[in-house]
């Protein structure tokens, strides 16, 4: 299995731009996980899916940002507007059903808005 | 709610010297504890777990519940093992983890 795949590793873009970030999980893993990457704040779950449902939204910071989830096999995280304060490292991970599966994680990607 | 509390952001240590990386956290159930380690621009990758009781690279943390505590450690610190280094909780029945702030590892020669 290739793991989780992200898409772009990175990005760059100009702040009020739209931008998409792209997770395939897993085959078989049927919960799914943004999370974003700062220095100032480390790993903060943005929002989670069970089998294609979101679950918890909490860490979503503003209306700006989106998530979903079309099918099993892939989930779209985007930002529209972005900013600059959005400028993170972001990572998808995902786990199976089984209570005790670790989180398997992507490479990240890294966004950039200038 | 659940919290992580890594204290210190970065540590340094020498080559051989044993190395000590605190955990601690506040959750009123029973949790399940994590390590992931991440190398330099990698992903994040599962070090070790409290359930597994078992030892990767050398590394070994035990849970204490009377301390509310999980700190990872090393007997002998190797260069290979600079990398910023994460706790984390899973609530019981929960899905999500929830992690600390990360501690970069810095093993000087």
């Known amino acids: 299995d290739a793991g989780v795949i992200q898409s772009p590793r990175h990005e760059v873009t100009e702040m009020g731009q739209e931008v998409t970030l792209r997770c395939k999980p897993i085959?078989?893993?049927?919960?799914l996980f943004w999370y974003r990457q700062t220095m100032m704040r480390g790993l903060e779950l943005l929002i989670y899916?069970?089998?294609?449902?979101?679950?918890?939204d909490s860490g979503m910071p503003e209306d700006r940002f989106s998530a979903k989830m079309p099918n099993a096999s892939f989930s779209t995280l985007k930002i529209q507007p972005s900013e600059p304060r959005d400028s993170a490292v972001y990572f998808c991970?995902?786990?199976?059903?089984?209570?005790?599966?670790?989180?398997?994680f992507g490479n990240g990607t890294r966004l950039t808005v200038t | 709610a659940q919290r992580v509390t890594q204290p210190e952001k970065l540590l340094s240590v020498f080559k051989g010297a044993p190395v000590e990386l605190k955990c601690n956290y506040s959750?009123?159930?029973?949790?399940?504890l994590f390590w992931y380690v991440q190398y330099s621009r990698q992903r994040l990758q599962l070090l070790l777990r409290?359930?597994s009781r078992e030892s990767i690279k050398g590394f070994t943390a035990d849970l204490n519940k009377g301390e509310t505590s999980f700190h990872l450690k090393k007997p002998f610190a190797q260069e290979e093992d600079s990398a910023m280094y994460y706790c984390?909780?899973?609530?019981?029945?929960?899905?999500?983890?929830?992690f600390g702030s990360g501690t970069q590892l810095t093993v000087l020669p």
């Open positions: 984390a909780l899973r609530a019981h029945s929960a899905r999500q983890l929830t």
């Open positions: 409290h359930i």
């Open positions: 959750y009123s159930g029973s949790p399940e």
């Open positions: 085959s078989g893993h049927n919960s």
């Open positions: 899916f069970n089998n294609n449902v979101p679950i918890d």
């Open positions: 991970a995902s786990s199976s059903a089984d209570g005790d599966s670790p989180l398997h």
